[in-house]
């Protein structure tokens, strides 16, 4: 895996992926105090999100659970001293589908947070990471 970070200005700075994805990432700065982009922790909190996301939609799909959308919400805290890592992330999961199972969706979760997310494994380390969920049942039903 290959990333490439490119300085623009400021504290802007685009980040590419080996695969040719790129975004922009940066902190505040100037006199407007406006931020370009996420900022880099930002972006490490997205990507946990993300990881068990993709995580538990496929051992869903897998499972032939009538999956028909997923979310999840996160909120951080972090460490008074530099380096300030991540001491405690709680992950929200809104998961819909018509007749889908709550023992399924705990389930997948759960081998999310402990089996397969890397990023939960590596994130971890430093931080407490809880989980809750909720299941929306309903064909119309779309987690916010």
Do not use: N
């Not at 380390?125 to 779309?142: L, Q, S």
């Amino acid at each position: 895996m290959k990333a490439r970070i490119k300085w623009v200005e400021g504290r802007t700075f685009v980040g590419e992926s080996g695969s040719g994805h790129a975004v922009v990432l940066g902190t505040a700065h100037g006199p407007e105090g406006r931020s370009p982009g996420a900022s880099p922790m930002e972006l490490v909190l997205i990507g946990l999100g993300g990881c068990s996301a993709l995580d538990v939609v496929h051992i869903l799909e897998k499972g032939r659970q009538p999956i028909e959308d997923c979310s999840v919400e996160l909120e951080a805290e972090r460490a008074e001293a530099e380096p300030r890592v991540f001491t405690r992330i709680h992950m929200h999961f809104k998961v819909a589908g018509k007749g889908l199972g709550r023992a399924a969706v705990e389930r997948a979760i759960q081998l999310s947070a402990e089996k397969y997310c890397s990023a939960s494994a590596m994130i971890g380390k430093t931080a407490a990471i809880t989980h809750d969920f909720e299941v929306i049942d309903g064909a119309d039903a779309k987690p916010a």
